[in-house]
């Protein structure tokens, strides 16, 4: 299924820079969410928006910095990254505010490369 | 909290056979939602079934079953008549009742190769 739009696709970046990456969801969903999936590790919850508020920071690094400016965008600010940061930012939506055995809906994901 | 383990990192077989993919989870709780979820290399995640705890029967969807065994906090994965477009990563999931601090707690994966 389709619905949740990722971009970019690919994103390589040094340790110095500022980069943003952008979700959105076209479904009408109440919920957000960022995972971040590291190779041969499970998929790691960053962040979850309801309604457009903050619901969840799971101890995530400030280099992170979310932000959701409506229901159906959700941004992902990154600044002076690590080489571990290098994974797969998928982003994901729920129609529930907070997802329990709710459906999520995943786009592609970004896959991030620290230099 | 939660743990999700997937014994099988990667598993292969041959077109149109029936694959079982293992997955056990640990929790102290007893009302909570499982599901399997897939990635193809298209890298985006379909969920392929879900199960309630509740619920004793095991879930259906097509080529696609679960044997929930409650007690043994084991929620395997069967498709049948296995086809070339499911090969992809396979992801066992798990949430309590009610969500959760964590949200989905998910295993590491098992990398499920169909064979032509």
């Known amino acids: 299924e389709t619905g949740v739009t990722q971009t970019p696709r690919h994103l390589v970046m040094g340790m110095t820079n500022k980069k943003s990456l952008k979700c959105e969801q076209h479904?009408?969903?109440?919920?957000m969410y960022w995972y971040k999936q590291s190779a041969k590790k499970p998929l790691e919850l960053m962040f979850v928006?309801?309604?457009?508020?903050?619901?969840e920071n799971n101890s995530v690094p400030s280099r992170f910095s979310p932000e959701c400016p409506n229901s159906s965008h959700l941004f992902l600010h990154l600044h002076t990254l690590q080489p571990e940061d290098s994974a797969l930012y998928l982003c994901?939506?729920?129609?529930?505010?907070?997802?329990?055995?709710?459906?999520?809906?995943f786009g592609s994901g970004t896959q991030l490369s620290v230099l | 909290a939660q743990t999700v383990t997937q014994s099988q990192p990667e598993m292969s077989v041959q077109e149109a056979e029936t694959v079982t993919l293992s997955c056990t989870y640990d929790?102290?709780?007893?009302?909570?939602?499982l599901f399997w979820y897939k990635q193809p290399p298209s890298r985006q995640m379909i969920l392929v079934i879900r199960?309630?705890?509740?619920?004793?029967q095991n879930a259906t969807e097509n080529r696609f079953s679960v044997n929930f065994q409650k007690a043994a906090k084991s929620f395997s994965l069967k498709i049948s008549d296995s086809q070339l477009g499911d090969t992809a990563m396979y992801f066992c999931?798990?949430?309590?009742?009610?969500?959760?601090?964590?949200?989905?707690?998910f295993g590491k994966g098992t990398h499920l190769i169909i064979q032509p």
């Open positions: 994901a939506s729920s129609q529930a505010p907070v997802a329990t055995n709710e459906k999520l809906f």
């Open positions: 479904l009408g969903h109440n919920a």
């Open positions: 928006y309801s309604l457009e508020e903050r619901v």
């Open positions: 929790t102290s709780e007893n009302n909570y939602y």
């Open positions: 199960q309630e705890a509740y619920k004793q």
């Open positions: 999931a798990f949430i309590l009742s009610g969500g959760g601090a964590d949200g989905l707690t």
